[in-house]
């Protein structure tokens, strides 16, 4: 069971706008900065969201994050075919003293 | 150009120990502000970290996981070494090597090696 809770699934159709939670503790999100990883199937995970709302050189601003209290969001407007992938989010935890990692949302394209 | 990747038995009986090798380039790990972690995602599951080292050797484990894993680095071959013990079919995972930042994120990532635990 991971430490941060997302939910397994989320979809939407093309041009929908998608939000994935993530929920986590006073230890984790409430102390630290979210980041969130892209998956395609057999690939490595990609960091598509860095320091709560950082967008890496090459995703689009349609990618938006967002943190409040112990809780983080992903936000994916103007949906399209190609994000559909696994996403994972991510904090540091300062009881575990370590990095800990949601579930994964598997995010479809309808 | 910013590479990892991990290199390492594809399979490995219960009970022994696996060593994985994670060799990297276009950074230095006695550089300050990185470190490389270990992550395993075992088939269909969700990415599990677990071990860290940072660019001054300090080392962070999984507490679940703490007894039985060693990292360590070699700056002149630029690799980082990961050795977990007393393997069980649980521990069947694709491992990643990453590179970590100062924010805790991990901006490059490794192909992933896939590691099966059978007799």
């Known amino acids: 069971q991971s430490v941060l809770t997302q939910p397994p699934s989320a979809s939407g159709t093309p041009g929908q706008r998608v939000t994935i939670s993530c929920s986590g503790n006073?230890?984790?999100?409430?102390?630290?900065?979210v980041h969130w990883y892209q998956q395609f199937p057999g690939t490595a995970p990609k960091v598509f969201i860095y320091?709560?709302?950082k967008r890496p050189s090459g995703v689009p601003d349609r990618f938006s994050g967002s943190k409040s209290g112990t809780s983080a969001s992903l936000a994916i407007s103007g949906l399209q075919s190609e994000d559909e992938a696994d996403y994972f989010c991510?904090?540091?935890?300062?009881?575990?003293?370590?990095?800990?990692f949601g579930g994964g949302t598997k995010l479809t394209v309808l | 150009q910013i590479t990892l990747k991990e290199s390492g038995p594809t399979l490995v009986k219960p009970t022994q120990t696996l060593t994985l090798t994670c060799t990297f380039s276009?950074?230095?790990?006695?550089?300050?502000?990185?470190?490389v972690a270990w992550i395993r995602q075992p088939p269909g599951k969700a990415l599990e970290w677990l071990a860290l080292?940072?660019?001054?050797?300090?080392?962070h484990y999984s507490p679940s996981l703490k007894n039985r894993l060693t990292i360590t680095k070699d700056t002149s071959k630029s690799q980082v070494v990961l050795t977990m013990t007393n393997i069980d079919p649980v521990d069947t995972a694709t491992y990643y090597c990453?590179?970590?930042?100062?924010?805790?994120?991990?901006?490059?990532w490794g192909q992933g090696t896939m590691v099966a635990v059978s007799a």
């Open positions: 990453a590179r970590g930042l100062d924010d805790d994120s991990f901006d490059v």
């Open positions: 276009g950074f230095s790990l006695s550089a300050d502000g990185f470190n």
């Open positions: 080292i940072s660019w001054d050797d300090d080392k």
């Open positions: 006073t230890s984790n999100i409430g102390s630290n900065t």
């Open positions: 320091s709560n709302n």
């Open positions: 991510a904090t540091w935890d300062g009881n575990l003293n370590g990095p800990v």
